[in-house]
Nanobody
């Protein structure tokens, strides 16, 4: 059973920064693609950033230049560094591990005040 535990969310003022972490319990972490998604009430869950097992990254247009996804395979942990946050970044952020099937964390709330 793969478990993903997100942490690092919270309340921050516009222009501030947060760093999200996603700790995994699985030994397949290094072979997995990792992603961060976000969801606001009433809307679908959208991909924010992704990092493949080989280290290739992808960012949705609205976060390019502000967010950085990374991974530490020795710690089985993925990160999302979020800078220059705006109220539009307010959402529940979910970690995703993709290996044969998708696994999800429980989510962490990020609230950006104006």
């Amino acid at each position: 059973q793969v478990q993903l535990v997100e942490s690092g969310g919270g309340l921050v003022q516009a222009g501030g920064s947060l760093r999200l972490s996603c700790a995994s319990s699985t030994s397949i972490f290094s072979d997995s693609d990792m992603g961060w998604y976000r969801q606001v009430p009433g809307k679908q869950r959208d991909l924010v950033a992704q990092i493949t097992s080989g280290g290739t990254t992808y960012y949705t247009a609205s976060v390019k230049g502000r967010f950085t996804i990374s991974r530490d395979n020795a710690k089985n942990t993925a990160y999302l560094q979020m800078n220059s946050l705006t109220p539009e970044d307010t959402a529940v952020y979910y970690c995703n591990l993709d290996y044969v099937r998708r696994y999800w964390g429980q989510g962490t709330q990020v609230t950006v005040s104006s």
